[in-house]
């Protein structure tokens, strides 16, 4: 199992019910995997360096994630389809 950091951007109109929502279908992609989940950090609301699909502004959530190499090509793919998430970064912690 390696560590990785999860960021995650999430449009900024949803309400803090479907933020919820989004974070808990990320978690339970991760734990499916085999993977766990080592912390969550809700960042709030920030203003966006520049214009994302019309938004100027994201909710940003980091997560500290354990999961097997192998796992994190799906992991991404469920990220990209899922249309509430503006953007990610997975990277490996060292």
């Known amino acids: 199992m390696r560590k990785y950091e999860l960021v ?4 900024p109109d949803l309400d ?5 929502g989004i974070v ?3 978690k339970g ?24 699909q019309k938004h100027r502004e994201s909710t940003y959530v980091l997560f500290n994630v354990s ?12 990220l990209r ?4 998430v503006m953007r990610h970064m997975l990277t490996l912690v060292a």
Request: charged share 25%; proline share 2%; hydrophobic share 40%.
């Open 16 to 20: 803090e019910a479907a933020v919820t």
């Open 67 to 78: 999961m097997l190499p192998t796992a994190t090509s799906s992991l991404e793919q469920n």
């Open 8 to 11: 995650c951007l999430i449009q």
């Open 29 to 52: 992609w991760v734990t499916d995997s085999g993977g766990t989940i080592d912390k969550v950090d809700m960042w709030g609301k920030r203003r966006l360096a520049y214009v994302i």
């Open 81 to 84: 389809y899922t249309e509430t």
């Open 24 to 26: 808990d279908r990320i």
